[in-house]
């Protein structure tokens, strides 16, 4: 890990669940959440819809990086025959959640590593799947656990994830917003 230690990281997100991972993998880092509307192109679809946003959100970083600076950016989504995103209200978190109860989805995580000279965008996918999850769980869970900052209306992390979530193939971290396995061999290369 000697090549990241010379490397200034910096977050760009706000998002409090990819800081406690990134965190969690004893790297020294700055946050600089990145404000973009979340927009991309009606063709894409499943892992190009995250390298998208992922990469839109490292353009917009408004600063100038310094030779030893690298910007982390991140996008994740769920995808159930569509992208679900993060919902606008209750009411879109609970038809999101109802959607997925009871079935198998896929969540994917896109990072976009961006330096003065060079960028790499890389994706790694999960399948999750549900337990049926009744209308009174689902309700529980929108009001004790506010699930407008998350794609598809959940974290596996929370409450919803260790009563609900049957089956998971692939990385924890990736379903969490942060591909964490893939994420260090990329900073180990770079």
Not at 119 to 131: E, W
Not at 153 to 180: A, C, E, N, R
């Amino acid at each position: 890990m000697k090549n990241t230690k010379k490397i200034s990281l910096i977050l760009g997100s706000s998002s409090p669940r990819r800081k406690e991972l990134l965190s969690e993998m004893d790297f020294d880092f700055t946050v600089s959440a990145i404000d973009v509307e979340e927009v991309f192109p009606e063709h894409l679809q499943k892992e190009k819809i995250t390298e998208f946003l992922a990469n839109l959100k490292a353009e917009a970083y408004s600063k100038s990086l310094l030779e030893n600076e690298l910007l982390i950016t991140s996008d994740t989504l769920v995808w159930a025959d569509k992208a679900l995103g993060k919902p606008k209200d209750d009411l879109e978190a609970k038809q999101m959640l109802q959607t997925l109860s009871g079935k198998t989805h896929w969540v994917i995580s896109s990072v976009c590593l961006k330096s003065n000279h060079k960028k790499k965008v890389f994706s790694d996918q999960t399948k999750v799947t549900f337990a049926k999850l009744s209308k009174k769980e689902i309700q529980y869970y929108i009001s004790k656990y506010p699930p407008l900052d998350k794609a598809g209306s959940y974290g596996i992390q929370d409450w919803i994830g260790h009563i609900g979530i049957k089956k998971i193939q692939g990385s924890y971290t990736t379903v969490m917003g942060l591909p964490t396995h893939k994420l260090y061999k990329a900073l180990k290369a770079w």
